[in-house]
């Protein structure tokens, strides 16, 4: 994805890493990194993807993405269980990079602790972290 | 030049960085320089003062031995572009040091029968210290389960590796010679990390690989590592076949001198699923802009310079040229030849052991299988039968005792064949060995 | 026309070639050569190797050995004649730039030149053809050599007690932070962390986690040096030790090293000194003054021990006294001769006249042993020749023309008008080597630190380090060594300042660099996402 964006629907983590949750059903969360860390990044090369059924913490590293030149932890922005990983990026890792927010998302998470969300940031407030 | 930098000397340049209580303020203590020729005749006085594989008829082995270097190899290595160039971090301009490193990579692998292999590590038993920690990366586990046959040094090392994250290195006996089976399944278990044991053995001795690696798997999953001995995978099954993961090594057998213990290099190859947490450099192929092929170091996210804290492990190095020696080796034996040199290896093997076994105050420590190498226990002190022997020009072998310093190793003497010793020279050998002992045994008789 | 388009109808200047397509008379020779491994050379029944007779009774190899230990088929290794792998072998040494060849300004890797007289005496069949295990009344040559060494290194350092073991620079890390777990051990202590300053190269804290503890990192100053403040808050009695390289990574001498030293000895820790710059103060200033523990060489950097392409190295460390009970064995001893009537240290019990020169293996307090035998004794031999050849008086000279000539380069870039957009990272002048950032080169001429360093390729040089230290955006770090002549400085600086004006008229020229080298720009993102790591075979 050629032109940065930070869609509003979502929620953000500072160590670039955002949140979707689905009103439909509050208790999944998708998480996924910005396009501040693809861009970054460089053209990810790998996704080591992590096991389902392993609990993450909210601010912990849970994974890792690497391009030719980086490695860079993916930072869980809220607590739960893995239930889903995406295999579109673990077998195209590249799709990260293409659209971090729809395809390239990595894994869906069920929350332990709803209410963590109250401490993620909204795109705005994300955004301004970015140029400070 | 002073006058562009804008200083007076080149002593001011250090007066206005070194502060003055950190200044050495007179010259170093060390001999004044000397022209090349004294230098030579210095370092060639020094050579005269040991007592080489050309000075005397030599069995030394345990790890590392007195093969045959073909000429073609020195010239190689000799080479400005093969001996000069640093790591290649520009790939460009490095497509021999790096073609070399995949060709490398290639016959490691073959050699192996595993998947994937490394440009190598600095040698064998730091090699082995490198897989446990392998193995610990890959299962967080904390335990190794060692055969008493592995080289002692590799022990060793491993030990004291294994100190630095709190790892716990457990030794199995051997029975006849081999790892002993039973005790091997027993003290494997769920928080195994690593179950290592050596192909041939410290005695000289082939192991049952299959068997060992079998009775690992169904006792828990610990990652199975053989250290093996590279001249001798011509004619044994090479680790990937008997269910090992990982397969280290020393090198030097292949195309590499003795160098009183080194430089050499460590082999180091794995199943694919470990491609990623392995050390060290590793060349990938790849294209140019305009479709060429070329190579290049790849999975270096795996490296300190990348991961930094998280790296596969600290190096830096692969032994390059090292394993430049080791590729062109390969292909100067080629396919036949490894085969050939394999087979005349065990038939004068056979025979030493043989023919030595026979001898009074003799006996073979073994019955098993042996390749290139084995182990006498002999009915005399070792030391002073060494000794004999030695003025007589033959060094009979190595002392297993005063390397492994284990108490059942007492009378134990490691002999080894390679390809330049010839049946005379083994003849000598049992001649002379053989009446070192005898008086020695009169000796201690008379006493 | 834009210089390409000029370049194209100039088949004959070396320096540029045609962009892309498919190979014409213009193209590079070796550009038009098709990369072919050993493996896909050679024919079925060629052979090289003619096995010795067989002059022992003939055994069945079967009987020997039992089929499930035996291999079944042949490993695929080539089948090719000796000219064949002659001529493969030096065809592919030509795709290599080397330090024979030509400048190889990288910072921190000191490449100076090797003398060809190490190899001939590395060669000596009594160096060459000794086996480890050969006792050690029979080795005196390469014991004493090994001694003499170590009491050079000890000099050159200011510290005492030497291991020779290690085999290469990262290999002696780890044995410092294994030797220095040991002291606080011995001491009863645990402790976890080790400080290392945000510039240090990877292997730092790499070593710090293989060793056990967590790495912790210390800023750098506006002066490039360690933050004293910073290192005040965190130095505490949980710090087993401080790894520094000094000169730093940015080529600067820290003048604050003697505070830093005591603050890190107050909380009971030890100082670790990575000696990669080491080839800046030789003769001129002492880890060992400076207060350090721990020492590490690396012969393969300031002692010339050749690169090879990789590798092999060597690591030895220095210690102090407090750390010397712990040096891993074994350990290289001298023992004063019975006529002397000196008791001799450590005699073994039972053994004839005990030899001068010996390896010592009763240390109860050593961390034990760090690799196979006694270390890299072919890289020993070449560094004690290039010592006995330069003398004391040599290697402070060496070091002194190393400083002199990095910060004439430094100048002449200046001169060249190459500061604004290549500014020095932090000082005025330096020690052996300097860190320039390509920033502003990239904001204003749109060209990166990577691009420069292809372009430079076809100018004939080698780059220097880039990327590193993280610290500095767009970092370039140069070491010129004390071998090279000032014209060769003098043209390196003509090379970057007409690679900037190029880029200024047309960025695209870098961006798409090298065009002479045997391959151009490769594809290191496929190499990373789809690993091909092995020629493979029919």
New interface residues.
Partial sequence: MAQASYPAELLYHPEHDWARIDEADPAIATLGITWYAQDSLGEVVFFEAPALGTTVSKDAPYTEVESVKAVSDVVAPLSGEIVEINEIVVENPGMINEDPYGEGWLVKVRLSDPAEREALLDAATYIATLSG | ??A????GS?QE??D????A????GR????????P?QD??E??????????????EL?F?G???Y?HYV?A?I????????????????????????L?????Y???I???T?L???N??V?????AVAAAG?LATLHNGRRRFVVSAGL?P??I??L???A????AEVVEVPLRDGVTDLDAWSEAIDGDTSAAIFAQPNFYGA?E???ALSAAAKAAADPVVVAQVDPIT??????PG?CGVDVAVG?GQPLGN?????????GLFAAREEY??RMPG??????????G?????L????R?????????T??????????A?AG??Y????????????G??L???T??AREQLGAFPGVEKLHEQ?V?REFALRLDADVAAV?RRC?ERGV?PG?DAHA?SGREEDRGVLLVAIT?RR???D?DRLVEILGAAVASERRETVAV | MSPLEENRSEPGVATRGPLGGAPTSATPPMQRDVARTIFQKGAPGRRAFVCPELDVPAVDVGELLPERFRRAQPPRLPEVSEPEIVRHYVGISKRNFDLDSGFYPLGSCTMKHNPRLHERVAALPGHARLHPLQDPEHAQGALELMWNLQRALSEISGLPHVSLQPSAGSHGELAGVLLTRAFHEDRGETRHKVLTPDTAHGTNPATVTMAGFEVVKLATNADGGIDIEDLRAKADTDVACLMLTNPNTLGLFDPNITEIAEIVHGVGATLYYDGANLNAVMGLSRPGDMGFDIVHFNLHKSFTQPHGGGGPGAGPIAVSDRIAPFLPVPVVVRRESEADGVQTEGARAGAEQAPEFDLDYERPKSIGRLRGFQGNYGCFVRAYAYICSLGGDGLRDASETAVLNANYLLARLKQRGVAELLPLAYGELCMHEFVLSGGPMKRALEIKTLDLAKRLLDFGFHPPTVYFPLLVDEALMVEPTETETKETLDAFADAIAAILEEAAADPEIARSAPYSTPVRRLDEVAAAKRPVIREVMA
């Fill in positions: 030049m002073l562009a930098i804008g200083v080149v340049i250090f206005r960085q070194i502060p209580p950190v200044r050495l010259p170093l203590q060390l001999p004044d320089g000397l090349e230098v030579f210095h370092l060639r006085a020094l050579a005269s003062r040991n007592t080489s594989a050309e000075d030599s030394l345990a790890g590392m007195d073909p073609l020195d010239m190689l290595t000799e080479r400005s572009e093969f001996l000069t160039p640093y790591t290649p971090y520009q790939p460009e301009i490095s497509q021999g040091t073609q070399v490193m995949f060709e990579q290639t016959a692998a073959e050699l029968g998947a994937v292999s440009a190598s600095y040698e064998g038993p730091s920690y080289h040094h590799s060793q090392t030990r004291t590796n100190h630095g994250y709190d082939v049952d690989a299959a995978l011509g004619v044994l099954a090479p076949d020393e001198r003795l160098d009183f213990g080194g430089p050499s290099f491609l990623r450099r590793i060349a990938g192929e790849t294209v140019d802009v305009d060429r092929r070329g190579f290049v790849t999975l270096q996210t490296e300190q310079h990348i991961r930094r804290e998280k790296a492990s600290n190096i830096c190095t692969a032994q390059a040229l090292n430049l590729v062109v390969l292909a100067w034996l080629g396919r036949r030849g490894i085969v050939e040199l087979e005349l065990l038939a004068r056979h025979y299988p390749v060494r030695v060094n190595v390397l390809e010839t049946r005379a083994i």
